[in-house]
């Protein structure tokens, strides 16, 4: 069984900053990749960055040259750094892991969610 355990939502005044943490634990052989996804009511769950075992990240347009995804492998954790944050950033932030249980075996967990809200 593998838990995905986030941290860091708040609140922020618009143009202000948040780091999210994510930290992958349990039955992992090894990880492949880590990402950050967000969804707001009545809409479909969205990808906003992820990051491979190798180093390759992708980014939504919308997070790009404000959002900065990183990990620490030896930890299983990610982060992802939020800078000048609009109103329309507020969602709920959900972290996945994709993972191996054993060399060939691909799975992945989502985390509970943490809450982002961009407001004056």
């Known amino acids: 069984q593998v838990q995905v355990v986030e941290s860091g939502g708040g609140l922020v005044q618009p143009g202000g900053s948040l780091r999210l943490s994510c930290t992958a634990s349990?039955?992992?052989?090894?990880?492949?990749?880590m990402g950050w996804f967000r969804q707001v009511p009545g809409k479909q769950r969205e990808l906003v960055a992820s990051m491979t075992s190798g180093g390759r990240t992708n980014y939504a347009d919308s997070a790009k040259g404000r959002f900065t995804i990183a990990r620490d492998a030896g930890k299983g954790t990610a982060y992802l750094q939020m800078n000048i944050l609009r109103p329309e950033d507020t969602a709920v932030y959900y972290c996945?892991?994709?993972?191996?249980?054993?060399?060939?075996?691909?799975?992945?967990?989502w985390g509970q969610g943490t809450q982002v809200t961009v407001s004056s």
């Open positions: 996945n892991a994709e993972y191996y249980v054993d060399s060939y075996s691909l799975r992945d967990a």
């Open positions: 349990g039955n992992i052989f090894s990880i492949n990749a």
